[in-house]
């Protein structure tokens, strides 16, 4: 077309006589005739293919009323349903357009080897459905409101559960690495099966009346070995263990829950060589302080540990030793020995090492037995700690004498949020100069005094100071957001007054 | 609504309290628990100890009853005690099973107490889910109650709104429509009255329009015409161009061309001047070695012209002796010559004219060797000189020579001694303190030596003459009748003086000399002549001392500064003409020797020359006549020598025999003529 039309302007410019408004003229007239010829070819050129279709179209309609347009799939739906049907063995995603991709995902089946998806499909959705279809349950919250990594991490616990040394095939769980290693930030495992020993009745009971062949026992109850499994997930943060077998029932054995020495060197090299690690807990597993020190050992000097948990074990003061010693060596940020065995020396280790400490700022003592000793030493530790925000000493046989010095601290410490001091003989007078330490304190917001032999009156007005002590972390909370705040912080005091 | 999160919080918190209260009391009961295990274990323990112990010594019993049995012989007793030993034994391990009973017994209770707990857990557990429950639900009850409570405040409020709302809008409305048909009204006048003026502006428009368009169309003509003249200048303006544009391609070829050859060119001068520069270099290179070989040659040269000049100077001296020598031998020639010219002149007078002859008297005459300018000493010489005078009067010959005065004549050496020993006395303050401390240790003449020296370089006095006019200054100054200014005068007339008298007594002092100089400071060969001047001069002076009267009064020591002063004052100004002057005194030198040697010349005076010329021309006349007749006399001999030979050879032919012979004889012939 555009050259058709071009062409009668260079002769008209070859005429340098003519004038320029002869010229234009020329041009436009010489285009006008030219167009009207070029569109009817251009029409003829099509009426092939248009004509057949209208034949055809004609002809099936006549032929079948009920068939129509609409219901013959659109090719690219045709050839998605064939994706999906295919994808295990053709898995094409990547180059499709996103709207088909979005389609295929939403059709694939959850139950498609992981083989296939797990480094392929990032999509939640699928992800989601493949969790609901396995799990009634699911708790996204808690895998890092990551569908995937849920999954993943599900998965991996779940062969970790019923993984028994012995029979079951170790590459059942060392396939999964390459799969999931991206995936994988947090390992929940709350059982582990001991070997299965066929003649294990009779022996059993007798072995289990003399300690003494516990040492021979030990090397065939073995547990699974996490080394391999951890050095393969690269993201892995945080390592939660249970060495113990759920739902055993009348088959109950001690040795059931056996953590060997063995299993704890594995363990203790496992997490030494796992450098991304955040939180390791390990409870209800027997960890004596033998044990508790090969682990903590381990843990010395780790570049990026925040958190340990190794309540509800046997752990004794040697082992508090230990973790006091780890206080001073690492970056912990939360240390929880609940339910253990730790003494007054325990604690006064621990004390020692929480007041030249910048970085713990919860320390759990639950259910152990302290006694006045080991309270005194950490109210005096936190006396020059600054950092400590919670501390939890319900059930430590304390009395009046920590408590008067725990009345001292509070009036003068400003980092502490939360202090557990329930379960303990405070008694009547320790409560009163809890009570006067309380009147100076403007930061705590939580103080346990329940079940401690403290007079209500006391207890009351304690919790009193604490409301007030709240609206004001609360008021300073919205502070940076409302600068109507002095306004607003005074009336909720008056009305509290 | 402020107590509303509080309510909240307080909910919440009760609500975990009342939760957490089911763990609490667990843990209490744990540790209940713990406490009474603990004491009961060591108590069990207590009495398991207790036990071994009371066993232990039943079991002791029983073994030492074996030692006791064995001795026993009768087998009643053995029996008995057997039997004993089997009731002690039975007893033993009856307590044990008791004790093993008892423990199983309370293992049974702990059974009992572990499942009892078990269901007390799981009493707790379903307490905690019931109170987990019920919390949750007071919890939904209370948010859903507070969610309502807002949601109807804030229906109420969207209501009032609403109404409100309402309200205005109507009002707005109805406002609206009233300003709404005003709006009409005012429009559907406005629009009779644009319509009327439309039609009458229509009017006038085509009016317009129509005296436009002829008024255009005219323009268009006019235009068109102008644009047939753009034409064709626009053709004349292409043509011209298009020529222009030849013309310019033309040029721009031969620019290319020339710019070509100006390429070549700025090539070949570029290889020009390459050539120059590695010439340039060359000849750098070049004259710097020349350079060196010049300097080298200069080094030399100057070496050599320091030779040449040792040289010259040695020269000099030598030439210095050569002149005199020939001076000598010239003098003495001329000497000669005017001794022969004078014992003529003596034996003209005396034997021609018979004239007493007197040898005429010329100074010059006596002069032996080289005239020349005697040295002017300075006035440290002249005081050294006159300080060792008064120190060598001893040694002073009684000299008796003539009247020689180095100084003015009124002045003596004595009082000019006087007058120097007051000056350096009274001046003292002209001499620098460090001199001073220097001249203590020396000797009384050298130190006054030394401080006049200081004394006259402070003055400005350097020459002997200076010397001299200040000595006489002093002495006419206290005269006060002359005037500073004829100091002068005789004191050159001295220096003349000086040196002629020197000359003429030369001779005389030599041997003198010789012991005189061992005294004084060795000095340079060229002042030594002055020196052998001077000695006569010492002598003279003292001479002069004892001869002449003793001089007038001193004059006042106070009255010397004042002397001084004037002195300075009077001489400064005639000695600063006196610096250029002394450059053409050796000229003058040359004069002198002129004017000697012409008066050598002039030692026969004209008129005796003249006399002896004419003298000359006599003697001439008589010596020609002498001669004439001399000649003539000896022509005479000669004749009558001729004459005696031709006798005797006429003689001899006349007595010869050949005449017999001859046909002629000759002596015929010979009397022919001679008669």
Redesign the interface.
């Known amino acids: 077309m555009q050259d058709t039309v071009t062409t009668p302007q260079p002769s008209a410019v070859s005429r340098p006589s003519l ?1 320029t408004q002869d010229k234009t003229s020329t041009g436009i007239t010489g285009s006008q005739p030219w167009k009207p010829m070029v569109t009817p070819a251009s029409v003829k050129s099509k009426p092939p293919t248009s004509g057949n279709s209208f034949y055809r179209m004609r002809r099936i309609i006549a032929e079948d009323p009920e068939w129509s347009l609409a219901i013959v799939p659109l090719l690219t739906e045709l050839c998605i349903q064939h994706i999906v049907r295919n994808f295990q063995n053709n898995p094409i995603l990547k180059q499709l357009l996103p709207e088909h991709q979005q389609k295929v995902l939403s059709r694939l089946s959850p139950d498609l080897p992981l083989t296939v998806t797990a480094n392929l499909i990032d999509d939640e959705g699928y992800w989601r459905r493949c969790c609901t279809q396995r799990w009634p349950v699911c708790y996204v919250a808690q895998h890092g409101g990551s569908w995937k990594h849920m999954f993943f991490e599900r998965h991996l616990e779940n062969l970790l559960k019923h993984f028994i040394p012995g029979t079951t095939d170790p590459a059942v769980i060392l396939d999964m690495v390459p799969l999931c290693r991206n995936y994988v930030r947090r390992l929940h495992v709350d059982q582990f099966l001991p070997p299965v020993r066929l003649p294990s009745p009779p022996r059993a009971v007798d072995q289990s009346d003399s300690g003494s062949e516990g040492e021979v026992e030990e090397s065939t109850t073995d547990h699974y070995q996490l080394g391999d499994l951890v050095a393969g997930l690269s993201y892995l943060e945080e390592l939660d263990l249970v060495y113990g077998v759920k739902d055993c029932g009348m088959n109950f054995e001690w040795n059931l829950f056996l953590f060997t020495y063995r299993d704890c060197h594995s363990l203790a090299a496992t997490i030494k060589a796992c450098l991304t690690l955040k939180i390791f807990r390990l409870t209800r597993s027997k960890v004596d302080d033998d044990k508790a020190r090969i682990l903590i050992r381990s843990l010395l000097d780790h570049p990026v540990l925040e958190e340990l948990d190794l309540s509800h074990n046997l752990i004794g003061d040697r082992g508090a030793r230990g973790a006091a010693k780890l206080l001073s060596h690492s970056r912990l940020r939360v240390l929880n020995l609940a339910n253990n065995q730790v003494r007054a020396p325990g604690a006064q280790s621990l004390a020692h090492a929480l007041a030249h400490n910048t970085s713990l700022i919860s320390l759990n003592l ?2 152990n ?1 302290i006694e006045d000793e080991g309270g005194q030493a950490l109210a005096h530790a936190l006396h020059t700690n600054k950092c400590l925000t919670t501390l939890h000493l ?2 430590n ?1 304390l009395s009046e004498p920590t408590a008067t010095l725990l009345a001292q601290v509070l009036s003068t410490n400003t980092t502490l949020t939360s202090i557990n001091l ?2 303990n003989h405070i008694g009547l007078d320790g409560g009163k100069q809890l009570l006067e330490g309380m009147s100076d304190n403007k930061t705590l917001l939580e103080f ?1 005094l ?2 401690s032999d403290v007079a209500q009156e006391s207890e009351y007005l304690i919790g009193q100071a604490l ?1 007030a002590n ?2 004001a972390a ?1 008021q300073r909370a919205l502070n940076p957001i409302q600068f109507m705040s002095p306004i607003t912080a005074d ?2 005091e008056n ?2 007054g | 609504m ?2 509303v ?2 309510k909240l ?1 307080k909910l919440l918190l009760c609500g975990t ?1 009342l939760v ?2 089911i763990q ?2 667990t ?2 009961r ?2 209940n628990r ?1 406490v009474e295990e603990e004491e009961i274990k060591r108590q069990r323990i207590e009495k398991l100890e207790n036990e071994v112990k009371t066993s232990q010594d039943k079991f002791d019993e029983i073994t030492a009853k074996w030692e006791e049995g064995k001795q026993k012989k009768i087998p009643q007793d053995l029996w008995e005690m057997l039997n004993s030993q089997q009731l002690h034994c039975a007893g033993l391990i009856e307590d044990k099973n008791k004790l093993i009973s008892e423990l199983q017994q309370e293992l049974k209770t702990k059974d009992d107490q572990y499942v009892k707990d078990l269901k007390r857990q799981s009493d707790d557990i379903c307490l905690l889910l019931e109170r987990m429950e019920e919390q949750v639900k007071n919890v939904m009850k209370t948010f859903r109650q507070e969610l309502h409570h807002i949601e109807k405040a804030f229906e109420v409020e969207r209501q009032e709104l609403l109404t409100n709302n309402k309200k205005k809008w109507e009002r707005a409305l109805q406002a609206h429509n009233a300003k709404e048909l005003e709006y009409l009204m005012n429009r559907i006048k406005k629009v009779e009255d644009y319509e009327r003026e439309l039609n009458r502006q229509r009017i006038w428009d085509c009016e317009e329009y129509n005296m436009i368009k002829i008024k255009l169309e005219q323009d268009v003509q006019i235009l068109e015409q102008q ?1 047939q003249q753009m034409k064709a200048t626009y053709q004349l303006n292409q043509e011209k161009l298009e020529y222009n544009f030849q013309v310019l391609k033309k040029r721009d070829e031969e620019s290319t061309v020339i710019k070509s050859q100006q390429k070549r060119r700025i090539n070949r001068l570029n290889d020009v001047l390459n050539n120059l520069r590695s010439k340039y270099a060359k000849q750098i290179k070049q004259f710097q070695e020349e350079n060196q070989s010049l300097t080298l040659d200069y080094k030399r040269l100057v070496m050599q012209f320091k030779e040449l000049q040792k040289a010259m100077r040695h020269f000099a001296l030598i030439d210095e002796k050569k002149f005199r020598e020939i001076w000598l031998m010239n003098e003495d020639e001329a000497k000669d010559l005017i001794s022969r010219a004078f014992a003529v002149d003596r034996i003209i007078h005396t034997h021609h004219l018979g004239l007493p002859w007197t040898e005429p008297d010329f100074l010059f005459l006596k002069n032996v060797g080289p005239l020349s300018q005697q040295p002017q000493k300075s006035a440290t010489q002249v005081v050294e000189e006159v300080l060792m005078q008064t120190e060598d009067e001893v040694e002073e010959a009684a000299s008796d020579l003539a009247s020689y005065l180095d100084l003015p004549k009124q002045v003596s050496a004595k009082t000019t001694k006087k007058i120097l020993m007051l000056l350096c006395d009274e001046s003292g303050f002209l001499i620098e303190s460090k001199l001073l401390s220097l001249l203590l240790p020396l000797e009384k003449s050298e130190c006054y030596l030394l401080r006049l020296d200081a004394i006259f370089s402070a003055l400005g006095i350097e020459s002997e003459d200076d010397l001299y006019k200040l000595v006489n200054f002093f002495i006419k100054y206290r005269a006060h009748h002359l005037s500073i200014s004829q100091a002068k005068p005789p004191l050159q007339a001295s220096v003349q003086q000086l040196s002629v008298v020197s000359e003429q007594e030369m001779d005389m002092l030599e041997e003198e000399e010789e012991t005189l100089v061992k005294d004084r400071e060795q000095e340079e060969s060229l002042v030594e002549e002055g020196e052998q001047e001077e000695s006569p001069v010492e002598q003279v002076e003292q001479e002069e001392e004892k001869e002449s009267p003793p001089s007038p009064n001193l004059i006042h020591p106070n009255d010397v500064l004042k002397t001084l002063e004037a002195f300075v004052m009077g001489v400064n100004k005639p000695r600063e003409l006196r610096g250029p002057v002394r450059v053409p005194k050796v000229e003058c030198n040359d004069s002198k020797d002129s004017e000697y040697w012409l008066a050598l010349t002039t030692v026969i005076p004209p008129t005796k020359q003249n006399l002896w010329d004419a003298f000359y021309t006599a003697l001439q006349k008589y010596h020609l006549v002498l001669t004439q007749r001399a000649k003539l006399l000896m022509e005479n001999e000669a004749l009558e020598q001729q004459n005696t030979e031709l006798q005797m050879l006429l003689q001899q032919y006349l007595d010869s025999k050949i005449n017999s012979e001859l046909q002629v004889p000759p002596t015929q012939v010979f009397r022919m003529p001679t008669k």
Do not use: F, H, K, M
């Open positions: 004038s639950r259910l037995c319900g059930g046989e329930s379960c346990d329940r079940l409301n709240r609206e609360r009336g909720p009305s509290a | 402020t107590t999160p509080q919080a309290e957490t209260n609490v009391a843990d209490t744990e540790i713990r644009l």
